[in-house]
């Protein structure tokens, strides 16, 4: 059984103009919006895991 199944992720919709705005996505288009998720947004996830929160809430791709 994996440990994780019962995490529970929500993510507030002012994140996806949050991540236009920081990709500049019309000049460099999708990669840099995986970039952002993978230094902005796994950190916060995986911080939240290791706190043993079941529940991980994500207002901002600035917050912690």
């Known amino acids: 059984k ?3 199944n019962d995490n529970t992720i929500k993510i507030n919709n002012n ?3 949050e991540l236009v705005n920081e990709s500049e ?4 288009g999708a990669r840099k919006i ?8 796994e950190p916060i996830i995986i911080d ?3 706190e043993n929160n ?3 809430n ?4 600035f917050s912690k």
Do not use: A
């Not at 952002?36 to 947004?41: F, L, P, S």
């Not at 994500?58 to 791709?61: A, H, T």
């Open 54 to 56: 079941k529940e991980i």
């Open 2 to 4: 994996n440990k994780y």
């Open 34 to 41: 995986k970039n952002i998720i993978k230094n902005k947004i």
């Open 58 to 61: 994500i207002d901002s791709i």
């Open 15 to 17: 994140i996806i103009k």
């Open 48 to 50: 939240n895991i290791i």
């Open 25 to 28: 996505y019309t000049k460099y």
